[in-house]
């Protein structure tokens, strides 16, 4: 029963997920909507001529070379749709990774782009995305700070219809570095 009922609550998310992600003469509302649960699969589609397909966003790894605070970061990863709304894919726990310098967080083993001799915890899992061809959206990496939170990167991506690699570090001279991999599939 509760199977089913998370079933539903994924397939109810989705669907409410395409309306708001619908274009703007469709669009059903303007405020952020959070991911519900972990594992959850969200659609992110856009009208395009490109041709059809579901795709997946697969996030490989995440790897702090130096951080933002001192001895360790507190690290989320989301990501903002074209239209403003915005879904924590990674903690699905609801808060953020302790990290420290040289760790690589492994997402998908299959899509990791670690450095050699990095600590390479398992992240655990993150919550799915399926693309249409030519959504868009941007992959932020966020650290938790009291005052008020960090982007720490900041990735845009316009889904191509096709497999599509993502590999992005964070700009020089911020007083801190980190790169995410990730693919489209």
């Known amino acids: 029963m509760s199977t089913f009922l998370s079933r539903i609550t994924a397939t109810a998310a989705a ?21 519900p649960d972990a594992g959850s699969q969200k659609i992110i589609s856009e009208n395009s001529g490109l041709a059809p397909g579901p795709l997946k966003l697969v996030l490989g790894s995440l790897q702090a070379y130096d951080l933002e605070e001192s001895g360790q970061d ?5 990501v903002k749709a074209d239209g403003g709304e915005w879904y924590k894919m ?16 492994v997402l998908t083993s299959t899509a990791a782009g670690c450095s050699p001799g990095s600590a390479q915890p398992s992240a655990g899992p993150y919550v799915h995305l399926t693309l249409a061809p030519g959504a868009r959206f941007t992959i932020e990496v966020w650290e938790d700070d009291v005052i008020g939170d960090d982007l720490l990167l ?3 991506v316009t889904v191509m219809g096709g ?6 570090s964070s700009t020089p001279g911020k007083g801190f570095r980190y790169r995410l991999v990730a693919r489209i599939e």
């Open 15 to 35: 669907l409410t997920l395409a309306a708001v992600l619908a274009p703007p003469a469709h669009a059903a509302s303007p405020e952020p909507v959070p991911v």
């Open 163 to 168: 497999t599509q690699i993502i590999d992005a």
């Open 90 to 105: 990674w903690p699905t726990n609801g808060t953020e990774a302790n990290t420290k310098v040289n760790t690589c967080w």
């Open 74 to 78: 507190e690290v989320r990863i989301e």
């Open 154 to 156: 900041s990735i845009p």
